[in-house]
């Protein structure tokens, strides 16, 4: 079964740091781009971040970018986001999720309506 585990949200003071890990497993994880989408209250769900499976470009939503830096580790099957400056405005819970292909349309990662979600992991970013 496919299986996401998000892990290593926490509270943070604005301009702080976090390093979020996404576990994965029941699928061929090299042939998927994974996309990170989070989630704030009384807000859609929004991409924030997308790494490819073929030639591991990343993608970031203009929200995002300059701050926040994706990577994974085929060998683990995990996917991080590196946020750094965080605002109060990134408060929200973030999850992971395969994606066809890495997209930027309007300065967004469109988020797939029927994809299969984890727990997600809270990130609170406050003074």
């Known amino acids: 079964q496919v299986q996401f585990v998000e892990s290593g949200g926490g509270l943070v003071q604005p301009g702080g740091s976090l390093r979020l890990s996404c576990a994965t497993s029941?699928?061929?994880?090299?042939?998927?781009?994974i996309g990170w989408f989070r989630q704030a209250p009384g807000k859609e769900r929004e991409g924030v971040s997308c790494?490819?499976?073929?030639?591991?470009?990343?993608y970031y939503a203009d929200s995002v970018k300059g701050r926040f830096t994706i990577s994974r580790d085929n060998a683990k099957n995990t996917v991080y986001l590196r946020m750094n400056s965080l605002k109060p405005e990134d408060t929200a819970v973030y999850y992971c999720?395969?994606?066809?292909?890495?997209?930027?349309?309007?300065?967004?990662?469109?988020?797939?309506?029927?994809?299969?979600w984890g727990q997600g992991t809270q990130v609170t970013v406050s003074s």
């Open positions: 790494i490819s499976s073929s030639d591991g470009g990343t």
């Open positions: 999720t395969t994606l066809p292909a890495c997209t930027v349309i309007a300065g967004t990662i469109p988020t797939p309506p029927f994809n299969t």
């Open positions: 029941g699928f061929p994880f090299n042939y998927y781009s």
